[in-house]
T-cell receptor, first 113, second 114 residues
Framework: ETGVTQTPRHLVMGMTNKKSLKCEQH?????MYWYKQSAKKPLELMFV???????ENNSVPSRFSPECPNSSHLFLHLHTLQPEDSALYLC????????????FGPGTRLTVL | AQKITQTQPGMFVQEKEAVTLDCTYD???????LFWYKQPSSGEMIFLIY??????QNATEGRYSLNFQKARKSANLVISASQLGDSAMYFC???????????FGQGTRLTINP
């Protein structure tokens, strides 16, 4: 059983579509993260939430909009994306925001046409 | 400057052999943590092992051990008795004191041959 789940696992969308990625953690953690993994680039942190409050936004374009309704759920709302936004989007959680280990979900592979 | 450097883009190893994946890091902090993650083709980033900068002993977790050489700023991952299921991308990462994010290296693709 995986502690962090993500849906959908695969998503293809057009540039004018609006879609959302969902992440759920079953570990009782208080911090959640969105990362972007593009081909041939290191993972990039996008957003950090601690107890449902956003604490970091790494200069992410406004076409990505995160939402954290509670400490177990994290969403990434997508609208008017560009083809270069195609990537694997990984969600992670940790016990606290400065806790040592982050646990990742399986990711959503996004393709923007 | 890159904070995490993994110099081996790909490695090929025979099954049952030991393998060492290299990682060097750059930080001026005295307190930091080093991590290794495994990413199979399915995409999930699986946590393997953690080493704190003040830990005096090298971390071990089953077949995984971390060869931590603080003066050289290296944190190599050693996998003993490799198995076919070890074939994956491996990422080294660091979190500096007070930082919320992990900084990842470019990764090493490990292929275990039967």
């Amino acid at each position: 059983e995986t502690g962090v789940t993500q849906t959908p696992r695969h998503l293809v969308m057009g540039m004018t579509n609006k879609k959302s990625l969902k992440c759920e953690q079953h570990l009782g953690h208080n911090a959640m993260y969105w990362y972007k993994q593009s081909a041939k680039k290191p993972l990039e942190l996008m957003f950090v939430y601690s107890l449902e409050e956003r604490v970091e936004n790494n200069s992410v374009p406004s076409r990505f909009s995160p939402e954290c309704p509670n400490s177990s759920h994290l969403f990434l709302h997508l609208h008017t994306l560009q083809p270069e936004d195609s990537a694997l989007y990984l969600c992670a959680s940790s016990r606290e925001i400065l806790a040592d280990t982050q646990y990742f979900g399986p990711g959503t592979r996004l393709t923007v046409l | 400057a890159q904070k995490i450097t993994q110099t081996q883009p790909g490695m090929f190893v025979q099954e049952k052999e030991a393998v060492t994946l290299d990682c060097t890091y750059d930080t001026s902090d005295q307190s930091y943590g080093l991590f290794w993650y495994k990413q199979p083709s399915s995409g999930e980033m699986i946590f393997l092992i953690y080493q704190g900068s003040y830990d005096e002993q090298n971390a071990t977790e089953g077949r995984y051990s971390l060869n931590f050489q603080k003066a050289r700023k290296s944190a190599n991952l050693v996998i003993s008795a490799s198995q076919l299921g070890d074939s994956a991308m491996y990422f080294c990462a660091m979190r500096e004191e007070g930082a919320q994010k992990l900084v990842f290296g470019q990764g090493t693709r490990l292929t275990i041959n039967p």
